[in-house]
């Protein structure tokens, strides 16, 4: 189980192809705010074999994604948004950044149907030094199989029509099957307007509703009305131009970006990926400078022949613009100092995988390559470095100002073995051996290196279990403390903002659902938060959870918990201390009431996206709009995937309103002084609706003659957003269209002070939130004015004095049906002061502890904060011995480190004694002095019995480990007779390689039973075998992590008789001593025996036996039907055969040539055997000759 890895600085974004999806990660943020947020989706590990383009788990490169850009980053400062583990989703296709990938795979044939959910939306963004650069939202299809003529008229399809499509975009992709935004789940209800657009059925309140509004135009309205207005709902347009990229039909992907604030630049590139081929055949560069009224085309600029298949802008130098070329064709930069108006072509001798930029120096960059190398610059690209090779793909990280030593550091994890990395650092220009660095003592876990803010996470697994180890501010590891009996099956960092980390645990007994854990400041003490957040299954298994940070609302989230088989969503406003559910709206559109009562019935709300994050449930908010949250759900018992509307909050989630009964993709303008909503259809569109009241009233808008196709929307960057994008198609082979909206003209004026309203922030009337009563200043709902860009979110607030509420459960403590906090049942309250030291003092928990970046003030603070105490002097307890990988093995000859542990006590004034148990020992004069550990050399294999004693004045304490050490098994030959006699003993025996290994296990298959193996600790066995004939015997040797075998077959007769041989000494030097060469070189004697003599070959056996010098045994077999079987003839018939054999050894008759002028010749040896009889003792001088040679 490996951390999840959330990287601090946004860079770079990837895209979605959701047919040939093998890799998908898409980097969303979900509000137009200075930090931006994250999507992400991690993949199946893939071989790195390359120069081919390949996929492992942390860079995936898909056909639609461009090498470099494959996993560029992986962490985000906050955890806004519908969080999955480092998934930070967008409402359904809104998408708050100025650089986007906007795909249209439809265009590809115009006979073939495609869903909106396959549209390509990538997005990318330069990293929160810049703040976010607009908004981007992906919505409609372009199809050729649309009812309707493109006109002014625009489409109506009836109600059956629409409900097929909606099934078709579902089922078109297998990965939407698990959608819970109710996409395909019911019919929608749709009619057609005077502007000819099709629509949900007319969102209407009553005339009670009318009234409440002070006069105010409803929102809504009924059929009837709809129609009356009609003509003059017509009549609201838009300012807008449209402009086509002449010669790019065929192209099916668009990557744009806009410059930044107070820049008119916009850059676009288009390609055509062709999904047979696998890779990008065309390109085209395009730059606006006006907005994007228009645009010119730059291919001449960058070389008419070079295929683009990304593009890059430094984060901290938005004139600075990196486009890379296909890989396929050529490993190239772009590089441009002027917004992209030249560009300067550099040639690369590696191929970027992914890219990772400095978060303050601009220039600085890291290159990840497809061969696991990394690269640094310096110099924005322009000359590489190698930094480090067998990089682990996506482990690498920059140095954080005020934590590490150097800017120009670099966090990486390198990888050692298949199951071993380690964890180094390295200066930027300097990796050298002796400037590397190594934090964590010891290997850890592959792909388990996070470095977050101020904590970095490694993981170890010991006997199987996952140990988890943090660092804070670069301190030394220390083991992450989660409730005793978690026993996580899955770890997952999400968040380490605000000075503590918060987790997603996956403990033992779950199997759908994580429990939220959050820690102390040092990230190593952790509490629950809230058990049973929903999970689910995402693309290529990634998991993703129902958690959401309300932008804007320090300490506001949103989650959905399952409870009793239900999903329900609940709020918090102080971090996770309490919960609550949502109170449903009053009325429905129509303004009839709805009946929903807490805790039976609430409202709930989709936090999460999908497969494709274009047509799921969708949530937001802004910094800039505090207390201002569009998202889409239902309302009932539970959340559902059917009936979903959109709904939206004035009040930080105290009330809601329903706004639309059909899904909506919604954009703040004017840093939340006006709301954009575009609705999700595969139908072509041409109006848009405009709230300028919070959402109570929508006024519907024309932004082009003829009805697109949309893909994608592009907002201004920067808070301020008045200019819009919509990138589209008339038709699925239509060139782009890009519809440039310029919101200004309709706000006529400037907002004066008399425009805004105080606005206090509070949970239900209660005004104490965090400790402190906020006041916020938001524009009236009745202004319809311009705030701008001097606009700010100003924020009064007071402290409150602190009461329970403030305080959350400390480590080791649960919170009881009577809601006070006691020590769960396997915490001893007083194991906390165990790194006491005699004279010093100590915090004493009271079970509680304030909750993080809470900022309550008097109260009963001091009855609930710890209470500094002298620390208690007393014996050593809870000593611990362990080595530093959490072993229980060594290698001969390797360092072995101990670590030594003291849970309480003065370890101070505690000495330690290890013994080695090899007659070695050493004493220290306090526990702090062995913090690295003691290292320690075996050189004998065998099991040590080690312990480590502590002892102070007033007592000791003595832990005991038992380490087995040992060194490889290279080979093992298995020694057994060739002939044996039925029903006569048998003595097998496994020879090591070599003798001493260490704990050996023996598992034997004797005979032709091979179902049930024998396991002994010794190697040697001994056996009968009751029936004559050939039977084979196999014996299996562990040792450690080797497994060897060597297998033998014994011919079992009543009777035989065997001599041993000789050889001529030239046999000797020729002789390997392998198993192989014996068997060959028997088969040559038995060979030239028989030629010699004229013994029938089923009457002799020959086995060369191991060993030199070189000596064999030969083996008579009596003739079954001459000798009928009995003793008598037996004996003489083997006599005749011997007497043959050993009167042509004697006369130097048999020999046999090894090789061209070797001669060997065969002696009968002057050792003899006694003949073999059933009734007679058996006599195994053979064997012995046999054990003695090997």
Excluded at 165 to 182: A, F, N, W
Excluded at 500 to 507: D, G, I, K, Y
Aim: charged share 20%; proline share 4%.
């Amino acid at each position: 189980m490996q951390l999840l890895p959330l990287r601090a600085g946004l860079h770079f974004v990837k895209s979605f192809n959701l047919d040939h999806l093998g890799s998908v990660a898409l980097w969303t943020p979900l509000h137009l705010a200075p930090t931006p947020q994250l999507a992400a989706v991690s993949l199946p590990h893939r071989a790195q074999n390359l120069p081919e383009r390949q996929t492992d788990s942390q860079h995936p490169l898909h056909p639609v994604l461009p090498p470099a850009m494959e996993t560029e980053v992986r962490f985000c400062p906050k955890w806004h948004g519908a969080l999955r583990f480092g998934l930070f989703f967008l409402l359904r296709g809104l998408v708050g950044v100025a650089e986007a990938e906007i795909t249209c795979r439809s265009c590809r044939d115009g006979n073939m149907w495609y869903g909106a959910q396959e549209l390509l939306l990538r997005v990318e963004t330069s990293g929160p030094a810049a703040g976010v650069m607009g908004e981007v939202l992906g919505s409609g299809d372009r199809t050729g199989r649309v009812p309707c003529e493109p006109g002014p008229a625009g489409c109506a399809p009836d109600r059956g029509h629409q409900a097929q499509l909606r099934r078709e975009r579902i089922t078109d992709s297998g990965k939407v099957s698990q959608h819970r935004d109710g996409v395909g789940s019911t019919p929608r209800r749709f009619r057609r307007d005077s502007g000819g657009d099709a629509v949900s059925s007319a969102p209407a309140e009553g005339a009670a509703a009318a009234a409440a509004a002070a006069g105010r135009r409803a929102a809504r309205w009924s059929g009837e009305e709809r129609r009356a207005a009609g003509a003059r709902q017509e009549d609201l347009k838009l300012n807008s131009s449209t402009f086509a990229l002449t010669g790019d039909s065929s192209h099916n992907q668009a990557m744009v970006h806009w410059s930044g604030q107070n820049s008119s630049v916009i850059l676009m590139l288009t390609k055509l990926f062709d999904f047979n081929l696998n890779s990008v055949t065309e390109s085209s560069l395009w730059r606006s400078t006006d907005y994007g009224a228009t645009y010119q085309k730059l291919n001449d600029k960058v070389g008419a022949k070079t295929i683009l298949s990304y593009l890059y802008v430094s984060p901290n130098n938005k004139r600075k613009i990196m486009l890379l070329t296909d890989p396929e064709i050529e490993s190239s930069l772009l590089i441009s100092s002027d917004e992209g108006a030249t560009y300067q072509k550099y040639r690369l001798n590696f191929y970027i995988l992914s890219l990772l930029f400095h978060p303050e120096q601009e220039d600085w960059i890291l290159a990840y390559s497809y061969d696991q190398k990394l690269y640094s610059s310096v110099e924005f690209g322009r000359r590489w470095q190698l930094v480090h090779e067998k990089v682990a793909p996506n482990r690498f990280y920059w140095s954080k100002m005020g934590l590490d030593k150097e800017p120009g550091l670099i966090h990486l994890e390198t990888s050692i073995s298949e199951g071993q990395a380690l964890y180094v650092t390295c200066k930027l220009q300097n990796c050298t051996d002796a400037n590397k660095g190594k934090p964590f003592p010891g290997y850890i876990d592959p792909n388990s290196l996070v470095v977050q803010d101020e904590y970095v996470f490694v993981q170890v697994s010991t006997a199987g279990r996952p140990v988890y180890y943090v660092s804070a501010k670069r301190d030394v590891f220390t083991p992450m403390k989660l409730p005793k009996y978690t026993l996580p099956k899955e770890l997952h960092v999400i968040s380490t903002d605000e000075n503590r980390v918060v987790a997603a645990v996956q403990e033992w007994n779950q199997n759908e659902t994580y429990n939220l854990y959050v820690s102390d400041t040092s990230g190593v003490y952790y509490t629950l938060a809230l058990e049973n957040v929903v999970s689910s299954m995402g693309l290529e298994g990634n998991v993703m959870v129902d958690l959401y940070e309300v932008a804007g609302i320090k300490g506001m989230f949103l989650a959905n918990k399952k409870t009793d088989n239900q999903v329900k969503t609940y709020i918090t406003y102080n971090r996770g201390r309490d919960w609550r559910l949502l109170q449903a709206p009053g009325r429905d559109l129509r303004g009839s009431s709805i009946h929903c009562v807490l805790p039976y019935c609430s409202l709930h709300l989709h936090l999460h996206v999908s497969a494709n994050p274009y047509t799921s449930g969708n949530i937001a908010s802004r910094e800039s709009a505090p207390g201002i949250i569009v998202a889409s759900g239902s309302i009932g018992s539970e959340l559902t995937t059917s009936n979903v509307s959109a709904f939206i909050t004035s009040d930080a989630g105290n009330t809601w309103r329903q706004i639309f009964d059909e899904e909506y993709a919604v954009l703040y303008l004017d840093q939340g002084g006006a709301l954009v909503a575009i609705r999700h259809t595969p139908l072509p569109i041409r109006h848009l609706w405009l709230s300028f009241d919070e959402g109570r009233q929508w006024n519907k808008y024309s932004f082009s003659n003829t009805p697109l196709f949309v893909d994608g929307v592009l907002g201004e960057p920067g808070e301020e957003t008045l200019i819009m994008t919509i990138f589209g198609h008339f038709s699925h082979r239509s060139e782009w269209q890009l519809v440039k909206i310029d919101f200004r003209s309709i706000f006529n004026r400037r907002c004066t002070e008399a425009d805004y309203q105080t606005w206090h922030l509070h949970n239900q009337g209660e005004p104490c939130l965090m400790g402190v009563k906020r006041i916020y200043r938001k524009l009236k709902p009745t202004s319809r004015c311009v705030m701008g860009k001097s606009y700010s979110v100003a924020m009064t607030s007071a402290p409150c004095d602190c009461t329970e509420a403030d305080f959350e459960c400390d480590y080791g403590y649960e919170r009881r049906t009577d809601g006070k906090c006691s020590p769960a049942f396997w915490f001893h309250p007083s194991s906390m002061s165990r790194s006491c030291t005699t004279g010093m003092t100590f915090l004493n928990s009271t079970g509680y502890r304030k909750v993080v970046s809470n900022n309550c003030t008097a109260g009963v603070i001091a009855e609930y904060t710890a209470r500094r105490q002298h620390c208690p002097t007393q014996a050593p307890k809870g000593l611990h011995l362990v080595t530093s990988e959490g072993r229980l093995t060594a290698t001969l000859g390797a360092n072995v480190t101990f670590l030594v542990f003291l849970e309480e006590g003065d370890g101070a004034r505690t000495s330690i004694t290890v013994d080695f148990g090899d007659g070695h020992a050493l004493t220290y004069s306090n526990v702090s002095s062995i913090e690295d550990g003691i290292k320690h050399i075996y050189k004998s294999v065998g099991i040590y019995r080690v312990t480590a004693t502590g002892e102070n004045s007033l007592g000791s304490e003595t832990a005991t480990l038992f380490l087995h050490v040992t060194c490889q098994l290279e080979h093992i030959h298995l020694s057994a007779p060739f002939v044996a006699v039925r029903n006569k003993e048998v003595n097998l025996t496994a020879v090591l390689h070599p003798s001493q290994v260490g704990t050996v296990t023996y598992i034997w298959w004797i005979g032709n039973n091979t179902e049930q193996p024998v396991i002994t600790l010794e190697g040697s066995v001994a056996c009968t075998f009751s029936r004559e004939g050939i039977n084979t015997v196999t014996v299996q040797v562990s040792a450690g992590n080797a497994i060897l075998q060597d297998r033998k077959t014994i011919a079992v007769h009543d009777y035989f008789r065997s001599h041993l041989l000789a050889f001529s000494s030239n046999l000797d030097e020729h002789n390997p001593d392998v198993a192989e060469w014996r068997q060959d070189v028997s088969r040559v004697i038995r060979n030239a025996l028989i030629q010699a003599t004229g013994v029938r070959e089923d009457l002799l056996l020959v086995s060369v036996l191991p060993g030199l010098p070189t000596a064999a045994e030969f083996f008579l077999l009596p003739d079954k039907q001459l000798t009928e079987g009995k003793a008598e003839k037996s004996s003489a018939h083997l006599d005749q055969l011997s007497d043959l054999l050993l009167n042509a050894l004697n006369q130097n008759l048999v020999q046999f040539t090894l090789r061209p002028g070797v001669q060997v010749t065969v002696y009968a040896a002057h050792l003899s055997a006694a003949t073999q009889r059933h009734s007679e003792t058996y006599v195994c001088l053979f064997l012995l000759g046999m054990l003695l040679l090997s």
